[in-house]
């Protein structure tokens, strides 16, 4: 068995909402739901669970089992995976695992957040109520505005290629009905430009909005998914995964992210480069992590993210389609579901769901996932995902 | 024309909770010394304190005493901020590293913007807290 043996044979999405004003397990129960429906599945198939580790569920140290409780889920393996942004993602090679290690024959990948409606912080046990907050270095644009102003200093920002895909994301998110209503208006380069200085040089159209909304899947083995005579399916064909990277190093470069491992090994593991992507769906809470990952994962050189922008048609019609769906920035971030908004588009696309967004080339899809912010690092966790089209 | 920045000295603000192993840090604070951890076996300081050593995973760290001069790493204006700095916008928030070799978080005061630069000589200054310790602070080095 190995991670290609398994199947996505569904993947659900609820409307991402300014504030939902539903409890976090109703987002839940509609994911489920739509998933039963999608793929012909009696719930009483599923027996294993993964959730994220989300923010209005923080502080249930029950969180997965308490889930399944509550959507009526019997199951042989429950678990919370609690990487931050990356959990979606993660999810689906620890789902992989599951399956090939028999704990499980039929697994729900579930992420659900209502951070919004909740108004709920995230309750983080780590350095910064001691290290940061008190210097006033309050959340994720300041910390991405030392990045950026370190970025500047070694390559030199390029802000317009930065206001190409923030249009380019937007007008994406115009042809996806569950992105935000909020933010389903065209923008311009200029508007890009013209938005407020949040930390100084990360602008307020850098920014993701925190929203609600949920999101699934639904996974197999292959040979399951055959024998319930489903054609349509994803298949996970390259992983990669690094938390901390540079754990043990004083100085290092914070322009350069744990993905430049995890890419490589997807890459390695799926047997193709980067060239062959139809798609690209990389986790999106600022900008310059788009541009940062198109550099680490082998599309750009280091330094070239932004000409690699310029150059490309990114649009979903054009030669790397990136962010289909709008990604978080112009879809909504559902809070700490917020990783499974890339990872579900790179999922339609592979099954050829995309409508008036479909990509010319549905083959292969790469989506990655970031999550959680260092002290004076970049992230911690990097996540990358190769997924295959079959039938 | 320079934009002159705030600082955020006169933000009201709670000591800040302290693990068990940053005890010795803030205690040093106390008579504005800066303290960091040193691992005796690789030889390095580390920052922010930790339980171990981030090189070795040994225990046998040690509390040395820095000049906390360096130079400026990265920085970011605060544009925008909560409770309990909002009114103290725009502000300076940098990441120095310290002569030492360690990167540090701090705020950047008695500079005007157009003077903030990576590289640019910085040294340590306090800013004092309700509990009698002190928050390190930065100001270029002149």
New interface residues.
Partial sequence: MALRDNAIIGFAETKIEARAGRHVWELGGEVLESLIASTGTEKAEIDGMLINASISGAGNCFWSQTTAEFLGLELDFCQTVDIGGSSAVGAVARAAAALDAGLCTTILLLNIDTQATDQATLNMRS?H??????????GG??DF??????YD?LYGLDVEALGKLAVTQRNHALLNDNACEKLRKPITVEDYLNS???????RLLDCVMTCDGGNGLLMTTRKRAKEKGLDNFAVPLGYGERTNYR??E??TD?TETGHCIAGQKAFAQAGLKPQDMGSYQPYDDFLIAVMIKLEMLGFAKRGQGAAFIKEHNLAHDGDLPINTGGGQISAGQPGLAGGGVNLIEGVRQVFGKGGARQVKNREYALVTGIGGLR??RNWNTSTALILGAEG | MSEQMND?LG?K?QP????SF?EPYWEATREGRLVIQYCRKSG???F?PRPVS??TGSRDLEWREVSGRGVV??????????PP?AG?T??L?A?I?LDE???????LINCPLDKAA?GMRVRKTWAPLPDGTN?L?FEPDE
């Avoid at chain 1, 407020?196 to 990360?202: C, T």
């Avoid at chain 2, 070799?101 to 705020?107: F, K, L, T």
Wanted: aromatic residues 16%.
């Fill in positions: 350095f109520d001691e290290w940061q907050y008190p210097q006033g270095l309050l644009p300041a505005g030392l990045l950026s102003r370190r200093h407020r200085m949040i930390a100084d040089p990360i754990a043990n004083n100085l914070i002290y004076v | 955020t933000v603000r800040p909770p302290h693990f940053s390095q300081y580390q922010y981030v090189f790493f990265t920085y970011t204006v605060a544009n925008m901020a909560r700095f103290h725009p502000f928030v990441a590293t070799g360690v990167n540090v978080i701090g705020n990576i928050l602070m």
